[in-house]
């Protein structure tokens, strides 16, 4: 378990706790509560919207906590009187597939890892620090910070629709001429503004990490035009480096490890999916 005290980092968690719970009590106290006492499918929401800010919040704390895969600092200072680059390349002239020196944790770091200037310690497969999770994306907390992204729209979309439905086909008694209707009326306003603005933000996120990964180039990657790191591996194999080695379904589940285990290899030992191009 690890925290970075970031104070842009520490903001940004204070305001995604304070949005993840605003519409929690929105929809619990003004929408569902208030306008589908009588209705029969209201048990039903109240277990699923409750599911989803559940996985939303393990996804963020895994994300958070999770270290992403820093590179193990030396016992020892190195020489850097002989510094250069070890190991050798594949042949296609990519220096992502090199051992590099990093002067600044004073250790070789594998290939593809960058050095973090807020974090302070170098990470595999290091995409970017998102100040939202107020830690770096990398190797081992790629899958969490998807995850989190997903729930947050599902939240949003799930949101906005129960809005929309209680302003649509308003309850009996939802009154919009007294002060509690008209307080009803501004809550769901402000829950729809933000279903849409953080809906849309994290879209846009998604789809950017989406891309990093089946096209296997981090975003410093990109930055620095290196191209895909893996060309011919499968897009599904991609996937499963990120998301692990077990059955598909379980992708989304924020409480898997990130190992395999010998069910999981067994399932991609099957003749369809370990063929590889």
Same mark, same amino acid.
């Given at each position: ?37 009588? @209705? ?12 989803? =800010?559940? +996985? &939303?919040?393990? *996804?963020? /704390? ?112 939802? @009154? ?12 769901? =306003?402000? +829950? &729809?503004?933000? *279903?849409? /603005? ?80």
């Amino acid at each position: 378990m690890r925290f970075v005290k970031y104070p842009c980092g520490i903001i940004c968690l204070i305001i995604t706790y304070i949005m993840v719970i605003y519409a929690y009590y929105v929809v619990m106290r003004w929408i569902i509560l208030q306008t589908m006492q009588a @209705n029969i499918w209201a048990p039903l929401h109240v277990v699923s919207f409750n599911t989803v =800010v559940f +996985l &939303l919040a393990m *996804s963020h /704390l895994k994300a958070e906590l999770s270290d992403p895969g820093c590179v193990p600092l030396p016992a020892n200072r190195l020489d850097f009187s002989d510094m250069h680059t070890v190991g050798k390349s594949t042949g296609n002239g990519n220096s992502s597939n090199e051992w590099t020196v990093c002067t600044r944790c004073e250790t070789y770091r594998p290939p593809r890892a960058h050095h973090c200037r807020i974090c302070k310690r170098c990470i595999r497969r290091m995409d970017h620090h998102c100040p939202w999770i107020n830690n770096c994306v990398g190797e081992r907390n790629q899958k969490y910070f998807l995850q989190f992204l997903v729930y947050v729209g599902v939240q949003a979309i799930y949101s906005a629709c129960l809005v929309l439905g209680s302003l649509i086909n308003p309850c009996e008694g939802c @009154n919009s001429e007294n002060i509690e209707g008209q307080t009803r009326l501004l809550h769901c =306003v402000i +829950l &729809l503004i933000e *279903s849409a /603005l953080f809906g849309l933000f994290v879209l846009a996120i998604m789809v950017d990490q989406m891309h990093a990964i089946l096209y296997d180039e981090t975003a410093i990657e990109q930055a620095q035009q290196k191209g895909s790191h893996r060309p011919n591996r499968r897009k599904f194999y991609l996937l499963a480096d990120v998301f692990g080695r077990g059955h598909p379904a379980c992708w989304l589940l924020p409480c898997t490890s990130f190992n395999s285990s010998s069910s999981a290899l067994r399932y991609y030992d099957t003749p369809l999916l370990s063929h590889e191009v």
